[in-house]
């Protein structure tokens, strides 16, 4: 479930509809969290649907470190990319606004941390020299990822907090004891999901 001082709002013809805050959000609010709206599909099932069905769920869900995809059940799909986000997933199935996010602002994912089947054409952005977000970018960029997580969390237990109780009570657990300084913060890198080698051995003669 997205926040909810958020709404679904037209961004632009070029980028399309996006999710903007309706009030402020501070750095350390969760943004997101997996809830029981969320739908899990697994890849098997994704092989067998109808291809409009394929279509539209890899345009508006993400795997998780499983290889699952996750289809989020209210606007929380249509949050955009962005190479400077505003938001970051933790390991604890749950974003975090990793700056303050201002009234009538785009909430954005850098895509790079969503485990992309494929690379993902962006619209360059000023300061950023990437132009692409890859199914390896978890593997690069996960050091920065996990500053900018930490730093929000110090801020964690000083903002309002109205989706925390949405949360799996292993995480909250977890995410209360990171802000509280009493446990050190997972990596992001533990959202990676690494694909399956394939057996390379079967197309060898013996």
């Known amino acids: 479930m997205i926040h909810p001082n958020t709404e679904l709002r037209f961004i632009s013809p070029e980028i399309g509809f996006g999710v903007v805050a309706t009030k402020l959000i501070p750095k350390g609010t969760i943004t997101w969290v997996f809830d029981s709206l969320d739908q899990i599909i697994s ?3 994704l092989a067998r649907l109808d291809p409009l069905q394929k279509v539209f769920l890899e345009k508006y869900s993400y795997r998780d470190h499983n290889g699952d995809y996750v289809l989020c059940g209210d606007h929380a799909r249509f949050v955009n990319h962005s ?15 990793v700056r ?11 895509y790079g941390y969503l485990n992309l089947t494929e690379p993902f054409d962006c619209v360059p ?3 950023s020299p990437r132009t692409q977000a890859l199914p390896d970018d978890l593997l690069h960029y996960h050091a920065q990822w996990d500053r900018q997580l930490r730093d929000a969390f110090r801020s964690f237990n000083r903002v309002e907090q ?4 949405l949360l799996a009570p292993e995480h909250q657990q977890e995410v209360l004891a990171v802000a509280a300084g009493e446990k050190t913060m997972e990596s992001i890198l533990s959202c990676y999901y690494r694909e399956p ?6 197309n060898l003669s013996s």
């Open 43 to 45: 890849s098997q099932t």
């Open 125 to 127: 952005e000023p300061g």
């Open 197 to 202: 080698e394939k057996d390379l051995g079967k």
């Open 83 to 97: 190479f400077r986000s505003s938001c970051i997933s933790t390991a604890y199935n749950c974003e975090l606004a």
């Open 162 to 165: 109205p989706l925390l109780r």
């Open 100 to 110: 303050d996010i201002q009234p009538g602002e785009d909430l954005t994912d850098d």
